[in-house]
């Protein structure tokens, strides 16, 4: 079993470390100096991958603004990790409220226009490539626009892309193939899902493990497992109360019929467990989100015997308030946060 600071290579892309940097809202902006210093700092803690942010992936269209964060990729890249940037579809098209079927203020989105995310997410990713990310992440998690596809609580069409299993997985999987098909071989194609099982979104942990196998058919390099509907309930970000590692069990079970690398993510603050979660099979690497706002040198401290000198995240949720109040997200625990410094 690999360890957490065993290399790992993907579609020859070497990720340094089985350490995630997991997306993370700052409301710091994108585009500017602070940035690319809070992203290097956590590369330079000791990172393998940094997963930047859900960002709309309407603004990747325009390759003059991606280009512009090249800073960003080449201060994390500097500091020797790999970095890819999440890309994130609301419930908005051209200004309309739109959904997989009627659902609020949403009217049901037409196959035309499907097909026209489906341009934008490949164009987004050729744009990405372009700009030196190694991959993006579809955020196909946490109740926004693509989730909404899969869970039949939020899809409630009658067409190839709602019904059974197979007709809601549809989105997903052309993302994927679209994506890959423009990108090419070497750009990570990363998918976050919530594989929560049940009432919350409708669909089995079964059929998340469907989605799973189907995704790598269809050429993704890994697969992200999280949890939840985003704002609606508390597992997405998980609650203090939490039991660490609180979204394994998920990812192992996602894992066990697939053969791409598995991220496991939710409240991995311990070397012990996220050594346990590798050990035990139930990912092949370990994403870290508050922790990493906490004490970006985490990876470096655990990697180096010192562990008791990492400050430790209370997991009190100020980042979420003030992510969630549009303010720049602030920690207790890390005054530095958002205010790097030039190494
Ligand atoms: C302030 C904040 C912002 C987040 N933003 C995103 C995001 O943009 N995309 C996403 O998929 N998850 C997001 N998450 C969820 C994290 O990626 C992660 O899955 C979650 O916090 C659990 O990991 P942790 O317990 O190590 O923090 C966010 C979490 C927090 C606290």
């Known amino acids: 079993m690999p360890g957490l600071f065993d290399p790992l290579t993907v579609k020859g892309i070497e990720l340094r470390n089985r350490i995630v940097f997991a997306p993370v809202v700052?409301?710091?902006?994108?585009?500017?100096?602070?940035?690319?210093?809070?992203?290097?700092?956590?590369?330079?803690?000791?990172?393998?991958?940094?997963?930047?942010?859900?960002?709309p992936v309407d603004l990747f269209l325009h390759l003059s603004w991606v280009q512009k964060l090249k800073p960003l990729v080449e201060a994390v890249h500097r500091e020797g990790s790999r970095i890819a940037i999440q890309l994130w579809h609301g419930n908005?098209?051209?200004?309309?409220?739109?959904?997989?079927?009627?659902?609020?203020?949403?009217?049901?989105?037409?196959?035309?226009?499907?097909?026209?995310?489906?341009?934008?997410?490949?164009?987004?990713?050729?744009?990405c490539r372009d700009a030196g990310f190694d991959g993006a992440e579809i955020h196909g998690a946490h109740g926004y626009f693509i989730n909404q596809f899969f869970s039949p609580l939020t899809n409630q069409r009658h067409d190839d892309y709602g019904g059974s299993l197979e007709k809601r997985m549809r989105l997903a999987l052309e993302l994927v193939g679209a994506m890959r098909r423009a990108a090419?071989?070497?750009?990570?194609?990363?998918?976050?899902?919530?594989?929560?099982?049940?009432e919350l979104q409708g669909a089995t942990v079964e059929e998340s493990i469907q989605?799973?196998?189907?995704?790598e058919t269809h050429g993704l390099d890994i697969l992200d497992v999280?949890?939840?509907?985003?704002?609606?309930?508390?597992?997405?970000?998980?609650?203090?109360?939490?039991?660490?590692?609180?979204h394994a069990d998920l990812a192992g079970r996602m894992k066990a019929g697939m053969s791409i690398p598995?991220?496991?993510?939710?409240?991995?603050?311990?070397?012990?467990?996220?050594?346990?979660?590798?050990?035990?099979g139930k990912a092949d690497l370990i994403a870290l989100g508050r922790q990493l706002l906490a004490?970006?040198?985490?990876?470096?401290?655990?990697?180096?015997?010192?562990?008791?000198?990492?400050?430790?995240c209370t997991y009190c949720n100020t980042c979420t308030e003030e992510m969630r109040s549009g303010r720049p997200i602030y920690c207790p625990q890390n005054p530095?946060?958002?205010?790097e410094a030039e190494a």
């Not at 908005?92 to 341009?119: D, F, H, M, N, Y």
């Not at 999280?226 to 998980?238: E, T, V």
């Not at 530095?336 to 205010?339: C, F, Q, T, V």
Request: include cysteine; glycine fraction near 12%.
């Open 226 to 246: 999280s949890a939840g509907r985003g704002q609606k309930d508390n597992l997405s970000i998980p609650e203090s109360s939490a039991p660490e590692g609180t």
């Open 336 to 339: 530095d946060l958002g205010k």
């Open 211 to 215: 989605l799973g196998k189907a995704l």
């Open 184 to 198: 090419g071989e070497r750009f990570l194609l990363l998918y976050r899902h919530s594989a929560v099982d049940g």
């Open 262 to 280: 598995v991220i496991a993510v939710g409240r991995i603050q311990r070397r012990t467990v996220a050594d346990g979660i590798l050990r035990e």
């Open 92 to 127: 908005e098209l051209k200004g309309e409220a739109v959904a997989p079927s009627v659902q609020g203020p949403c009217r049901g989105i037409s196959r035309e226009e499907i097909r026209t995310v489906v341009e934008k997410f490949a164009t987004a990713a050729v744009h």
């Open 26 to 55: 700052t409301n710091f902006g994108l585009r500017n100096e602070q940035t690319a210093r809070y992203y290097a700092e956590r590369a330079r803690g000791g990172a393998g991958l940094i997963i930047v942010h859900g960002t």
């Open 295 to 312: 004490d970006p040198f985490w990876p470096q401290k655990v990697r180096e015997g010192k562990e008791n000198e990492v400050v430790l």
